[in-house]
Structure formats: structure tokens, C-alpha cells
């Protein structure tokens, strides 16, 4: 029967031990059995080095023959032989080491399991003694081909490991202290599969519930159109573009960093004094921590710059516009930063300063910037109410101050006594010469969808006139006219018979002002023209006259050879219906012309004191069929 490997093994490790330690005389029950020295007491783990060391230079060649033997029992006494190998099936795959420690181990807890607890007597330590070949070089071989084995799977010609039986309650717990050599190791549960790895990417930094005056925080940036041109706007958004630009080190990590804002990389920024932080998103799954900080101000910077805010009330309104003026951040305390001034940090392994990643941060603060300069406020210690506060009660106790400093000013006005002293006031100087005529108004050009050129030079020119007669006369000659008689002497001040562009739209706007049709205006302007505010009235207003002037003109009228005229009121009316004579308030004679049967009359001629001479200005209309 061939001997398998957990025997060879176990039968190694047994003469390994009884070389080392030969069996004591027989002694009685009283007397304890002696042990080797403390001091020359090795750890199990050495009896079992050296035993493998043995096995493996005992193993004989693949191709040797094998015999069999059989194990002896630990209890029956043996002579001890030269340890067989058990016969591989396959004679050009010998078993490893390792493989020859498993199965030790495998049998050594079996027979433990097996092995009543009464039974188990702690074996003395066997000497260690230097085997032959037992060189340092030869050690570091074995040692290294042990720890190559001891990571290999069993192979399939160890024989399947039989059930495990339940250990009973009742054992006994192992002491402390060393283990025996025959005491088993327990045997190690099985290892679980390990959970697949999932990168954990952290969550936003937008948590607005965290932010206060100390500490903001930005959305992120959604991705820029492609072609876009610069990331910052402002002159104080470039200043920082070109701190970040001019103190890099590498031309195409900055071009990278570019890649990733455009992209929109960059996940929420949180700024806080001295210190800008984002999580951006790289080619990994996981973002990388990104930090650009900044040195802070120190109080004696902070008191220099709010004096000079306060001091000009300008300062304090373009930061409340979200401006910056170069004056503010480049006066005594320098706010922008310079080209080393910033200092990245990411957490990539990329050592470059500053890497893309830092880059693409920085390029998305300057929109920042350009969208609140209080962010670079905060960058350099304080917050913006913090600001606003200082700069309040700074100008408050300035102004406290400089009307304190200020001298009271007299009141303006004249003393009582001296206003009711009696006094005699110098004459009136002579009053200018008036002129000759108006001056001729300025030419007005003419735009598109702009006013009539003419109509303005008309308005200038009547406004000039009643300006001179105001000053001649010292009234307003046209002061009592309504605004229907005012729109008839602009409209008949026009020259023209209403039938151009210019003369019609004047017409309309006129007559709508006075709610009256451009064609009433046109009548009204020919009676004007015939005979002033006294011809409009004669147009407009019938009246009984009395007798004396208008009863002798029927007569005059058939002395003259014409046929008698139908009297109505002050109007004289020709049988035919196309000649009117009316009688004006100012004894003055206007006749009137209409198609015959229609009663449409339109003043006609010059207003004469004789009827007969006021018709004589219409020729042959006059005369009888």
C-alpha cells in the first residue's frame, strides 16, 4: 500500500523529533518526565521548517522506483526508516511542498477532531539542530519556494477532504501559551469572494444649508458653446486669468484644465478665506479634490483698504454695482494675485503646478470673479455684510466728523431793519428801441419721420410776429382768438390752395386738433382770406341786421339790371341759387358762389361796402338768363 502524502509528511515531522529528543528511561508516575531545556525549546513552526526541508531533499527523482510501507502508529515504537514518497500518477508533476504541508495539516486535524481531549499531551520541543546543507542560501530557497507554493490551488491528485464532523461543546479551550507539536492548527474558515470595488464619488459640494458670510457656494458651470471666446469678462477676471497663466509651468496643462472647464469638469465651488475648493472630474471615475489657495490679509491691509473705499463714496458704489475700480484694487493694498501667488493642490498623482485639473478650477473662478468681485473679497478674509458693515460705520463716523470740523454758514437772507429802512430804489433803465420788423427764423433740415420743415419755419415766423406786435403795441392782437379761429389764421398763413402733401397734412392735423373736417377748415380758410375774423364770422354766424343799409340794396341791385334777390337774415339770395351777398356786422358787402340747387357757398371776390360792387368781382356769373 503506498503511504500518501499526509503520512509521509506526519512521519517526517515524528523522526525529525526523536533525533532531536530519544526516548527517556522509564520512570515512575511520580516523578515528572523530563523536557528539554527552556532555553533550547523551538516553536512548532521551526520543527515544521525543518521537517519540509528534510522531505523535500529526501524526495526522490520522478523517475525512481517507489516501495511501499507502512506508517506506524505514535503510541507503538519504531525504528525509523527512510521516508517513501507515495507514487504520482503523474511522474513528471511530483507533489510540491506545499502541497505536502496541506495535507499534514489536513490529517494532523483530522486525528485531532478524532483524538479523545484526555489523550492530547503537550510533546517537549525538540533542539534544533543544523541540518546538513542548512546554509542561509539554502534557507532563502526554501523559504522562497514555500511562500511561491503556499499560494497554488490543491491540485487534482490530493484526494478530496472527507466532512467535517461537529467539534463537541464540551472541549476544552486551548491554554495560552505555545501550542504543542501534535496539537492541531483550527482550521480556517472560508474566505468570502470580496465585494466588487464601486469608486465612491462624493457628493456635491452645493450644500447653500452650510454657507454663511465666511464661506459660499457656487453651482456648478454647465459646458461653454465650443468657440467661446475668453473666460473672463472683466479686467479684474483677466488679471487673475493671467496670474494663473503667467505662473504655470507647462503650456498644455493649462490647455487641458481649458478642456475640462469648457467641458464643465469643474463640479461646486465653495470659496472661503484663503481657499477655493472643487471636485473635478477627470479620466477616472472618481473626481479628484481640487484647492487653490490664496494668502489672506492681515488686519493693518484690511484697515488701509476700507480707508480708502470710505473715502471716496464712489468706491463703495461700484462694489454695490458688482464693479471693481482699478484705483481700489490696485491702490495701497493689492488685491489681485500675481503670478506665484496662487498656490493649487489636487489630489491626482500629477505633480505639475498647477495640473489640469487645478487649471480647469481656476478658470472657472474667474468667472467668478466676473460675476461678484466680493468673491476675491472673500478670498482674502473677509465677507461681503463683514465689508459692507466696516465700510457703513467707517463713512457714518467720517461724515460725524466732518461736520464737527466744518464751520456753521451764515443764513442767506436781509436784516429785518435794513429791509424796512427807507430807501429810494434808482429808475427803471429806457427800454430797448424796438425793432423794424421780426428777423427771419433759422432753416430747420429735414429728417426722416421728422417734422415738416416748413411747418416749424411757419410756426417760428408767426411767433416772431406776434412776439414784435406784443412788443410794438403792448397787446397781443390774437390773444382773444378760440382755438378753432387760431387753427383757421395757421392754416390760411400757409401758402397753397390745400392740395399739396405738406398743405393737406397740416389741414388734417389742424382740424383734428380743433375737431373739425379738413374740409370745414378749407371753407373757414377761404373766408379768412376774403375778410379776417370778420369773414370766418360772416361764414358762421347769420344775424337779422337792421333796417336802413340792407333794405336799400334789393333796390341797388335792380337799378343795376339784375333780377330781385330772395332776402333771408342778413344774406341776399339770386333766383337762380348760385349767387349770395351777406351782409357783414362791419357794414361790408361778401358775396358767396355755389352750384345752383346744391346751397354749397364758398366765399368769392373782395367784401366791398356797395352789393353791386361786391358782385362785380364774379363777371358774367351774375347775369340774368
Not at 108 to 125: S, W, Y
Not at 404 to 419: H, I, S, Y
Amino acid at each position: 500500500m503506498t503511504p500518501r502524502p499526509s503520512e509521509e509528511a506526519r512521519r517526517a515531522l515524528r523522526e525529525g523529533r526523536n533525533r532531536a529528543y530519544p526516548a527517556p528511561e522509564p520512570a515512575s508516575a511520580e516523578e515528572p518526565r523530563p523536557g528539554p531545556p527552556a532555553e533550547h525549546r523551538d516553536s512548532p513552526a521551526d520543527a515544521a521548517r525543518a521537517a519540509l526541508r528534510r522531505a523535500v531533499s529526501q524526495q526522490p527523482a520522478p523517475d525512481e522506483a517507489t516501495t511501499e510501507s507502512h506508517p506506524t502508529t505514535p503510541s507503538t515504537p519504531s525504528t525509523p526508516k527512510a521516508p517513501t514518497t507515495p507514487k504520482n500518477p503523474d511522474p513528471h508533476h511530483p507533489p510540491s511542498p506545499a502541497e505536502l504541508a496541506r495535507e499534514a495539516l489536513r490529517a494532523a486535524r483530522r486525528e485531532q477532531r478524532h483524538q479523545p481531549p484526555g489523550d492530547r499531551t503537550e510533546q517537549p520541543r525538540a533542539k534544533r539542530h543544523p541540518a546538513p546543507g542548512d546554509t542561509p542560501a539554502a534557507r532563502a530557497r526554501a523559504l522562497r519556494a514555500l511562500i511561491g507554493d503556499a499560494f497554488r490551488l490543491p491540485t487534482g491528485t490530493d484526494d478530496p477532504e472527507p466532512a467535517e464532523t461537529p467539534r463537541p461543546t464540551h472541549a476544552p479551550q486551548p491554554p495560552d501559551g505555545p501550542r504543542p507539536l501534535n496539537e492541531a492548527l483550527p482550521e480556517p474558515l472560508p474566505e468570502a469572494p470580496p465585494p466588487p470595488v464601486t469608486p465612491r464619488t462624493p457628493r456635491s459640494m452645493a450644500a447653500p444649508s452650510r454657507d454663511g458670510d465666511h464661506r459660499r457656494t457656487f453651482s456648478a458651470f454647465p459646458a461653454r458653446e465650443p468657440g467661446a471666446d475668453g473666460f473672463a469678462e472683466t479686467w479684474w477676471g483677466n488679471a487673475w486669468v493671467s496670474a494663473l497663466e503667467e505662473g504655470a509651468l507647462d503650456p498644455k496643462r493649462l490647455a487641458r484644465g481649458r478642456g475640462y472647464a469648457d467641458g464643465g469638469n469643474v463640479d461646486a465651488i465653495t470659496v472661503t478665506p484663503g481657499l477655493v475648493l472643487a471636485y473635478v472630474k477627470g479620466s477616472r471615475p472618481r473626481p479628484y479634490r481640487v484647492q487653490v489657495r490664496l494668502r489672506t490679509l492681515d488686519d493693518a491691509d484690511w484697515e488701509r483698504f476700507l480707508d480708502a473705499a470710505a473715502e471716496r463714496p464712489g468706491h463703495i458704489a461700484a462694489l454695490l454695482d458688482k464693479q471693481m475700480p482699478h484705483s481700489l484694487a490696485e491702490g495701497g493694498v493689492r488685491l489681485l494675485p500675481g503670478p506665484r501667488d496662487l498656490d493649487p493642490r489636487c489630489s491626482c498623482p500629477d505633480s505639475g503646478h498647477p495640473c489640469k485639473h487645478a487649471a480647469a478650477l481656476c478658470y472657472q473662478t474667474a468667472r467668478l470673479l466676473d460675476a461678484d468681485p466680493f468673491v476675491l473679497l472673500l478670498l482674502r478674509g473677509r465677507g461681503e455684510r463683514e465689508l459692507l458693515d466696516a465700510l457703513s460705520r467707517r463713512s457714518a463716523a467720517r461724515a460725524a466728523r466732518a461736520a464737527q470740523d466744518k464751520e456753521p454758514a451764515p443764513l442767506p437772507g436781509v436784516r429785518a431793519t435794513d429791509a424796512l429802512a427807507a430807501r429810494r430804489l434808482p429808475p427803471l433803465p429806457a427800454p430797448l428801441p424796438v425793432p423794424a420788423h421780426p428777423e427771419q427764423p433759422p432753416v430747420y433740415p429735414a429728417g426722416p419721420g421728422g417734422p415738416d420743415p416748413f411747418a416749424l419755419d411757419q410756426l417760428a415766423t408767426d411767433a416772431a410776429a406776434r412776439a414784435h406786435a406784443l412788443l410794438s403795441t403792448g397787446r397781443d392782437p390774437l390773444a382773444d382768438l378760440t382755438l378753432w379761429q387760431d387753427a383757421v389764421r395757421l392754416a390760411a398763413a400757409r401758402p397753397g390752395s390745400g392740395l399739396t402733401a405738406g398743405t393737406r397734412a397740416l389741414y388734417a392735423s389742424l382740424s383734428s386738433a380743433a375737431g373739425r373736417t379738413p374740409a370745414e377748415l378749407a371753407r373757414a380758410v377761404a373766408a379768412w382770406r376774403q375778410g379776417g375774423l370778420e369773414g370766418l364770422a360772416v361764414l358762421e354766424e347769420p344775424w337779422d341786421p337792421p333796417a336802413g343799409r340792407f333794405d336799400r340794396a334789393r333796390p341797388l341791385l335792380l337799378a343795376a339790371d339784375l333780377p330781385p334777390f330772395r332776402p333771408w337774415r342778413n344774406r341776399l339770395t339770386h333766383p337762380r341759387g348760385h349767387v349770395q351777398l351777406r351782409l357783414g356786422r362791419d357794414g361790408l358787402w361778401y358775396a358767396y358762389e355755389s352750384e345752383p340747387g346744391r346751397d354749397d357757398w364758398w366765399p368769392r371776390g373782395t367784401p366791398d361796402i356797395d352789393p353791386v360792387g361786391a358782385l362785380t368781382g364774379l363777371g358774367g356769373a351774375t347775369a340774368d338768363e
